[in-house]
């Protein structure tokens, strides 16, 4: 299950980036996830109760915007979201688009924290963690 080693290093960044907010609660942590990541999103919710036990993460929602597959086309020039990921061909023309434009994201969009000492509230992160992987 690699949803747990996911959830960990989330948990890893987010901690990294919350250091510089003393005292701040994460209330929220949120991913942009595309559907060729190969992420089972029911996996990474339950991955993400386990990876923060016991951190200063614990209780914080994670949520999940999943985004579709996007590819170009050269033929229609044109950006199109496709309906599954068997066929990366244009729903536009039936050419194939290999250009892909967007669906293999796993990034932390923002995280939002409650900070009793200064009125922030969130923080933009959109960092990927591929990385971490």
């Not at 250091?19 to 339950?46: I, T």
């Not at 994670?62 to 996007?70: A, E, G, K, S």
């Not at 309906?83 to 969009?109: H, K, M, T, W, Y």
Request: hydrophobic share 40%; charged share 25%.
């Amino acid at each position: 299950m690699h949803e747990l080693s996911i959830a960990a290093s989330i948990v890893e960044a987010v901690t990294e980036t919350v250091a510089n907010h003393p005292g701040a609660y994460v209330k929220e942590v949120r991913l942009r996830v595309g559907a060729l990541a190969s992420v089972v999103e029911d996996s990474l919710q339950f991955c993400w109760q386990i990876a923060t036990e016991g951190s200063s993460l614990y209780g914080s929602a994670l949520v999940i915007n999943q985004l579709p597959v996007i590819v170009h086309c050269d033929a229609c020039d044109l950006d199109s979201q496709i309906d599954g990921v068997q066929s990366f061909r244009c729903p536009n023309c039936g050419e194939i688009a290999a250009d892909l434009r967007q669906g293999r994201e796993l990034e932390i969009e923002s995280i939002e924290i409650e900070d009793p000492e200064t009125d922030d509230s969130k923080i933009g992160a959109l960092k990927s963690i591929g990385d971490h992987i």
